[in-house]
């Protein structure tokens, strides 16, 4: 790996041997999300992106408002990613793109709304696949969120 690019890897939180030439960075990603409500704004949000290969929705998926369970035909290469308002309920950090490189690191906000966003894409082109709020029970039982799924999308 030339050691300009090695430098922005590392740099950004990944390890080499966990980013393939063919994947999109995390900026990338951030830059075609799609978020599903149109009234809603990235820009509002401290954005944490991990780089994950997912075969099982309930296993490798690191979301706390998950409902999805089975197995995928063949492993798939994603960006996973949470999104959480500042200020709000959360953090106070100011916005912007943070890329992690182990799942200990990814946050887990659980319920909130649309105050946390969770998004999956693909990772060799930054395509969103799915996105959706957490569900929100600030009114004493939950409400139902917004979902994007694109077209033929394995997740959900």
């Not at 820009?43 to 690191?62: A, C, F, G, I």
């Not at 492993?75 to 949470?82: E, I, L, N, Q």
């Amino acid at each position: 790996m030339p050691r300009i690019l090695m430098f922005l890897v590392v740099a950004a939180g990944i390890s080499a041997s966990s980013c393939s030439r063919t994947d999109v960075t995390a900026a990338v990603v951030d830059a075609r999300a799609v978020l599903p409500d149109s009234a809603l704004r990235k820009e509002t949000n401290v954005r944490h992106y991990m780089l994950v290969s997912v075969k099982s929705l309930d296993r490798d998926l690191p979301f706390t408002s998950l409902s999805a369970t089975g197995d995928l035909p063949a492993p798939k290469r994603v960006w996973v990613g949470v999104f959480a308002r500042t200020p709000g309920t959360w953090t106070n950090a100011p916005a912007g793109v943070y890329t992690v490189g182990h799942r200990s690191e990814f946050p887990e906000y659980v319920h909130g709304g649309c105050q946390a966003i969770n998004i999956v894409a693909d990772a060799r082109s930054g395509e969103t696949l799915s996105s959706w709020c957490n569900p929100d029970d600030s009114q004493g039982h939950p409400v139902t969120t917004p979902w994007y799924n694109a077209k033929g999308s394995p997740f959900f």
